[in-house]
């Protein structure tokens, strides 16, 4: 087998962070004069609130490369161990669910009746020599409704104009009883060209407690239930919009639409209307979805009026556009989707923390207009036979890109 040589850019400036910037020099990293191939372990760290027992023994850790993933199981010990691998930078990650029985046990807490699911991430990690890499470990109470799937990336007319009007988010109910979603809110994620806030600077200034929001809408507040396996249309135009072009799809079944106040988007009368509650942008009453990324979403529910948080400029900035202050623990579900270059996606330019979503999703595009969908990945079937859909915390591992999945539908 031959030996590999060439890192991605990405790696080169994990490199030249971990190793002095010695190593980067030129546009790749030789490892002629290095062994050919490493092992390396990893270490599973519990959830904090294990704290009457520990489950290390049988998890699966996987280290994923450019699309290909290489997978170990851990010991009674919580270690794995990969062996020949190719030194590079790795995303590592594991992800197990434990019953309610199972939670009680190793917590001492009763109150949980869904199950939960234990989840880690470790993004961009470089691996050039023998090491034991510790990946620390959430918990997260299983959610009933979920992002399921998004809808951004555009498409071609029939006269190869760009379209966007196509675009639409998806819930999805996976529990085992309706729910209503009456009053949950949807926040679209800051997402300009170059960061308002980067994570080092969330951290700094509001010490890891809010996400900056651009817009906000509501589902109205009168009762509207979802059965188990059920799900949520939210469009910007429930029209059929496979009269227009071949990638896009019949929206006429559409929940509720995101109406469009400058005329610009086709409206339908007959659907009901997704109430906006905030957008950073004056002129624009719909769904600022961007075809190209970065597109992050949230679902979270509030006693409060969203209209009186706190709004920020740019970082050390006193002017120009401002974006609303998310308080973090409201939020429900974060799906990170981040935008893809020719040099691949750029991890540094995360908006949502780990214990929203630890990875992220992305189109395989690079300015959009594919039509592609980013949706999550079926899992299991629930009591009530509806699909589970993944849901580790972690958009690398849960979601998949297609451009035939369409809407309401998980399978292709």
Known sequence: MSKL???????CRSLGVALGGLLCMASCVDYNDATDYISATVRLEMPAEFTQGTDYEGHDITLQLNGQRITATT???????????????????????????????????????????VSGSLNSHLIAA??????ETILNVNRDIVIGKVYYAGSKDNNNRSYLAGKFIELYNQSNNPVDVGGLYIGLVEAESTQAYTLDNLHEVYADSVVLLKQVFRIPEQEHLVKPGGTVLIVNSAIDHTTN?????????????AKDASGRTQNNPATPALELIYSMYSAVSNMNLVQSGPCGVVIFRTNDDPTAWPRTYRYQKTTGNQW??????????GVE???????GVDVNTKRLYSDID???????????????IVYRKTQKTGDSGQRILTDTNNSTNDFKVSTTIGPRNYDE
């Open 337 to 343: 989707i981040l935008g893809n270059k020719a040099s």
């Open 75 to 117: 010991n009674n010990e919580g270690v794995a161990t990969f062996t020949n691998l190719i030194p590079d930078v790795y995303d590592i990650s594991t992800s197990w669910e434990i019953t309610n029985a199972q939670y009680q046990a190793l917590t001492g807490d009763a109150s949980v009746n869904s199950g939960c699911t």
């Open 324 to 333: 609303l202050l998310l308080p973090k623990r409201h939020i429900i579900d």
């Open 358 to 372: 630890a990875g992220y999703t992305n189109i395989e595009a690079t300015s959009g207009w594919t039509g592609e």
């Open 5 to 11: 040589y060439i890192i991605h850019h990405s790696a």
């Open 130 to 135: 023998e090491q034991t890499i510790t990946l």
């Open 245 to 257: 072009n071949d990638l896009d799809y019949n929206l006429l079944d559409a929940d509720f639409e």
